[in-house]
């Protein structure tokens, strides 16, 4: 495992002149009880920063704040599509301008090794930005074909709103990505925002206000409020908000549903993941064993798209998962900020103990389990792990691990590869290697999954819509669903009177 010393541990400068408060209203302000939340680095579990704690008190500040600025009438309101792409656009290039900061900032606080934050996160989150720019002028409503009603006497269009006061709730796997994601499709469709990002990780969100402010968004367009679960249920029931967009565990998703529907606020959640990935003996071997690693492996496994479950044609199953635990036991932890390192710590030491509780029952069932240790050593650190000979029903194989933990299974027939994928309540995404393109095409529309790689895995684009079926979640982000979610269309219908044809009004 590599490590990085104090000695050459980079200067903190990211965290110089960080906003540590609550941005309410274009400012930065304490939380009304003064309370305080913690940001802990994982890689050495010494503290970074203290933020504000917000209270629903704040929450509420921040949700009126987020209702003044898109009044109509107000600048935001009033703003043409043109001025908000502009703003947009800005918004992502100022990330760009701040790359390296953000990036280290995620890397302190989630972990995740630093070039992966410099060359991953940071462009996508731009990316995001400036893909959304181009939307706001191109929002159009319809001239309706009436089917019933007179076309001599009435017109009809439709027209899209924003659907209001947007409460963004983010996870602390990608953190700058995620505020993103959820803000920069909301406000292209002239929404205003409340954003919570998570306990874990809530300082590039602080940064992301301060960048929105200099780019010139109006005061009250995007709020960011700092705290934990409670802060984010206070939000998610807060009177005033529109919709609510979130993405986590399933288990939240549920009480966010519940909350929502008191008064049938909008609701899209991005939620949790089991996704299979299922690989033919015809494939390139080699390439697979690296697509299926990755697909796990990524991110320490932290990504509710992780391709956690293998499905293996026996001819090759054995060599597959060979080659993958090969790739598994040469890949280099240690800090983020040490550029060898290819996988970082897990979020916290409660995460770590969650995932190595699922090897330990595994191992107990009788499963064969390389790797999945934590060395001993500051943070938070497991190393990958490869689980073969597992109950199909053990936990370890029908549960959400949210690490670097593989659970491989033989095959024989694509009807049974189809059946092993399906038969989980989740739905986010799957993965087909294969050289047989029509098999791909045929296996990939009978997956039930959001979205299908083939022969890759991780890749996303803001111009496709991303989200999952069943159990993982409601709707979908980016391209234009991702836009349509954030709007309501109204229907106008005019009376044009009943002058008879050819009739002049007479002169005045």
Partial sequence: MSATTDTDRPRMSCLDELPRELFIGGKWSPAN??????????STGETLATVAHAHATDVARAVAAARAAGQPG???????????????????????????????????????????????DVPAAAAVFHYMAGWPGRLNGENASLYTASPERHVALTMPEPVGVVAAIIPWNFPLYMAAAKVAPALAAGCTVVLKPAEQTPLSAL?????????????????VVTGDGDTGAALAAQPGVDKVTFTGSTEVGR???????????RVTLELGGKSP???FADVDLARAMDGAAHAIFYNQGETCVAGSRLYVQRPVFDEVVAGIRERAAAIRLGDGLDQDTDM?????????????????????????????????????????????????????????????????????????????????PYGLAAGVFTRDLGLAH????????????????????????????????????????????????KTLINDLGTRPWGAVPAPR
Avoid at 376 to 394: I, K, M, Y
Wanted: hydrophobic letters at 45%; one cysteine or more.
């Fill in 344 to 424: 970082g710590p897990l979020i916290s030491a409660e995460h770590r103990a969650r995932v190595l509780s699922y090897l330990r029952s595994a191992r107990d069932g009788g499963a064969r389990v390389t790797g999945g240790q934590a060395p001993d050593s500051p943070g938070f650190f497991c190393t990958p792990a490869v689980v073969t000979g597992a109950d199909p029903q053990a936990p370890v194989a029908r549960e959400e691990v949210f690490g670097p933990v593989l659970v491989a299974q033989a095959f024989d027939t694509v009807e049974e590869a189809v059946a092993l994928a399906n038969g989980s």
């Fill in 74 to 120: 107000s600048r935001w309101h009033r703003m043409s599509p043109a001025a908000r792409a502009r703003l947009l656009h800005r918004v992502g290039d100022l990330i760009l301008a701040h790359a390296d900061r953000l990036a280290l900032l995620d890397c302190l606080d989630n972990g995740k090794p630093l070039r992966v934050a410099r060359a991953g």
């Fill in 442 to 489: 045929q296996v990939g529309r009978r997956l039930r999954a959001g979205t299908v790689w083939v022969n890759s895995w991780h890749v996303l684009d803001p111009a496709l819509p991303f989200g999952g079926m069943r159990e993982s979640g409601w709707g979908r982000e980016m391209g234009r669903a991702g836009v349509d979610a954030f709007l309501e269309t």
């Fill in 207 to 223: 940064l992301l206000g301060q960048l929105v402010r200099e780019a010139g968004v109006p005061a009250g367009v995007l709020n």
């Fill in 277 to 279: 990935s299922i690989v």
């Fill in 33 to 42: 009880d003064g309370r305080l939340l913690t940001s802990v680095c994982p």
């Fill in 255 to 265: 009480s966010i549903v519940q909350a929502a529907a008191a008064d049938f606020r």
